[in-house]
């Protein structure tokens, strides 16, 4: 199968040209969501041979990988973040489960989960369904899988995993260990609203509930 990586971006110019040349030995296709980003990064990542897509306005890191399902090229879609922070090498490990077989999607689970607000909302939606690192940035998926989800919500935290559960698919992780960033970490007021996102998931009642 043929692997596309979906990477969103915004202001990334000083880091997005080394996550692509990791990136790059192990998929098929670097496509990045550009979300009208105002440095260089849209030059930066054409350079370092990305084909890039670019939003026409700023609409958010959920409204960019969809966007990203719907142009990828290849059957495998591997969702990961342009800031470098998640190791590129264990692309492959990612995607074997799905080659195998015995998943349509698999997370990188990381070994820190650094918000208490993203642990809480992970907490919650694993009341509905074992979610597992549900807010993690590095995922590889089907990319028909990956076409049918809605994901509303202010960001993919439970929203992602408890979906591609209720669409039937089978959900696999593998362990990664996140790689420092010189990047300042804004307060993710975001969460607050995903609550109630997540929220009504614990509650809703699907035809596979009945089976």
Known sequence: MQ????????NEAERITATL???QPYVNEMLVIDDASQD???QCAAAAGARVVCQPHNQGYIAAIK????EAQGEIVVVIDADGEFPADQIPALVQPILDGQAEMVQGHRDIVPRPSERFLTWMAG???PVGDSGTGMRALRTDLARQLTLEGRCICGIF??????HGGRLKEIPIHLQHVQ???RIAWYHLRQFF???PWLFKRYPKDHA
Do not use: D, S
């Open 127 to 129: 009341l509905r369904a």
């Open 183 to 185: 990047k300042p970490r």
């Open 197 to 199: 996102y997540v929220l």
């Open 67 to 70: 966007r990203g399902f719907q």
């Open 40 to 42: 260089a990064t849209v």
């Open 161 to 166: 995993a408890l979906e591609v559960l209720n």
């Open 3 to 10: 692997i596309t990586a979906v990477i969103p971006a915004y």
């Open 21 to 23: 040349q990791a990136i």
